[in-house]
């Protein structure tokens, strides 16, 4: 299993990012939340694709937000393996989003980043 985070993984575009504004679940643990949405069917590309945010309200440096999204991505390529192996069915779209002005702790971002995908794999299994 790979750990990379190729390009081809990341969710990009205006038209996705609208997409998922408008009809992802969010889903919340204290500074760290997802929006995210499903599609039964894999069209083409990876299984999953995955963007990270972290707001200029919170964190008003652009260092500050370099680093956390940093944190954030390095948390996610290491649950990646994780993350492939609990989804197997169809697509999904992930956004990670930092809403607190204190940058992250690494062992915790994984564990809240754990249950929130736990989160969501519950709802998409529930709905489908």
């Not at 809240?112 to 998409?124: H, N, V």
Request: aromatic share 14%.
């Amino acid at each position: 299993m790979s750990f990379a985070f190729p390009r081809a993984e990341r969710l990009r575009g205006k038209k996705k990012f609208k997409i998922l504004r408008t009809w992802a679940k969010t889903y919340k643990l204290s500074c760290l939340s997802l929006k995210a949405i499903h599609f039964p069917l894999h069209i083409n590309g990876p299984l999953i694709q995955v963007a990270f945010s972290v707001t200029k309200k919170t964190q008003r440096k652009s260092v500050r937000r370099n680093r956390t999204k940093r944190l954030l991505r390095e948390a996610y390529r290491l649950q990646k393996p994780l993350f492939t192996t609990l989804w197997q069915e169809g697509q999904a779209w992930l956004l990670w989003q930092w809403n607190c002005e204190y940058p992250p702790i690494l062992s915790s971002l994984k564990s809240e980043m754990r249950k929130l995908f736990l989160y969501f794999i519950q709802d998409a299994q529930a709905s489908d």
